[in-house]
Every structure is written in C-alpha cells, then in structure tokens.
C-alpha cells in the first residue's frame, strides 16, 4: 500500500488542525531529536560489536603462535 500526493496533503492537514502549528512542530523536534539520538546508539553498539570480534581475533591468533 502505498500512499500517494493526495492522502500525505490530507494527513498533514488534519495533523495541523489537531494538533496546531507551534505544537506540531515541537513534536516534529522532539522527532527529529528521538531519531538522532536512536542512530548514535545503534551506531555506538555497532562499533562495541566490532571491537569485541577484534578483540577476540587477537585473543585467538596469540593462542595459535
């Protein structure tokens, strides 16, 4: 399903009629701030991820030798 021009105008007025300009954009940066901080710590437990593998890369090759 997807939704075209027509429903996404509709949504955005009813969304300024509900809800009003000064507010709706408070939440559109309570928003923008949610997703920023979602993305830097995905990104932080991505790279956490990739320092134990590295950590345990090392481990396991001065095992070997």
Partial sequence: MRLGTTEIILIVV???VIFGGS???G???ALGTS???FKQEVKAADDDDK???E???ENSD????
């Fill in 55 to 57: 950590e345990k890369a």
């Fill in 23 to 25: 507010r709706l954009s």
């Fill in 51 to 53: 320092k134990k593998e």
């Fill in 14 to 16: 009813l969304a300024l």
């Fill in 62 to 65: 001065g095992k070997d030798a």
């Fill in 35 to 37: 997703i920023r901080e």
């Fill in 27 to 29: 939440v559109g940066k």
